[in-house]
């Protein structure tokens, strides 16, 4: 791992943009791990996949996260509202795969 200060030429900073890359694919999987066990536990909770309230304290939590780290909010924002998006879809498949076929 190099400091970006550190890296003498574009293969040094290809390497490292690679390198990060592969641990961001990482932690979204570990992700998506939580949200399928979210699934089922809302499941068995009867709770629905979309719960606003919490939407919306995730995206305020990155908006903080961002702005401390000196990145544009509007950004991470967007961004995230397309992973929650993604995730809540997820969620519902998982939930209608688990109904009963009675319902």
Do not use: K, M
């Given at each position: 791992m190099k400091r970006p200060a550190d890296?003498?030429?574009m293969k040094d900073i290809r390497a490292e943009?690679?390198?990060l890359d592969h641990a961001l694919m990482a932690l979204f999987a570990e992700r998506v791990g939580?949200?399928?066990r979210a699934?089922?536990?809302k499941q068995v909770a009867a709770l629905p996949a979309r719960i606003t309230?919490?939407?919306e304290e995730v995206v305020a939590n990155v908006r903080d996260h961002a702005e401390r780290?000196?990145?544009?909010p509007e950004l991470y924002e967007r961004l995230w509202r397309e992973l929650i998006d993604w995730s809540i879809a997820r969620e519902?498949?998982?939930?209608?795969k688990e109904l009963p076929n009675d319902r």
């Open positions: 890296c003498a030429d943009i690679d390198r939580y949200i399928d699934a089922q536990i309230a919490r939407v780290l000196n990145l544009p519902e498949a998982h939930l209608s």
